[in-house]
């Protein structure tokens, strides 16, 4: 079966280039927490790969030279960032928390599940039809009359 052709990255959904971005700054700040400092040419090589092959696991089908570029080309901002993480005490841990609810004074209240009203029954039968097919569009019923199943108007059918 022949591989899907690449596409280019500003191609993907606004979501996917998010998660991209993700993975770049995580396996940047991973490095810096290990290290105390940002990576080398050589060490940064090493990011691309990584972050490349969870663009490739995700089947997310961009050139590797686009990932390298864009990487390359954030690597200043993550830089700035990772040091305000730092300084704010942020570690990969931290990072992949939920996100903590705001503090209101009140503890969160737990929501209330409607209840649903069951469906208000139609009455399939009525003075002039034994049964009641469905009404036009007017509103008038038709289906079945009492007379065309001999019975008398809420007469018990015959066993």
């Known amino acids: 079966m022949p591989e899907k052709p690449l596409v280019p990255y500003k191609s993907l959904k606004q979501k996917q280039k998010a998660r991209i971005a993700d993975w770049m700054y995580r396996e940047t700040l991973r490095f810096f927490l290990e290290h105390q400092r940002m990576p080398e040419a050589e060490e ?67 929501r209330k599940k409607k209840k649903r009203e069951p469906a208000a029954t139609e009455s399939w039968q009525d003075d002039r039809f034994f049964f009641i097919a469905g009404y036009t569009s007017g509103g008038a019923p038709y289906g079945v009359t009492w007379e065309e199943m001999g019975l008398e108007p809420w007469e018990d059918l015959p066993l």
């Open 44 to 110: 940064f090589e090493l990011l691309y790969q990584t972050v490349y092959a969870k663009v490739r696991s995700s089947n997310y089908r961009v050139a590797y030279e686009e990932i390298q570029h864009l990487y390359a080309k954030r690597l200043d901002s993550y830089a700035l960032r990772i040091q305000r993480d730092a300084e704010a005490g942020i570690t990969l841990e931290s990072l992949t928390k939920q996100p903590k609810q705001k503090k209101t004074g009140k503890a969160p209240r737990p």
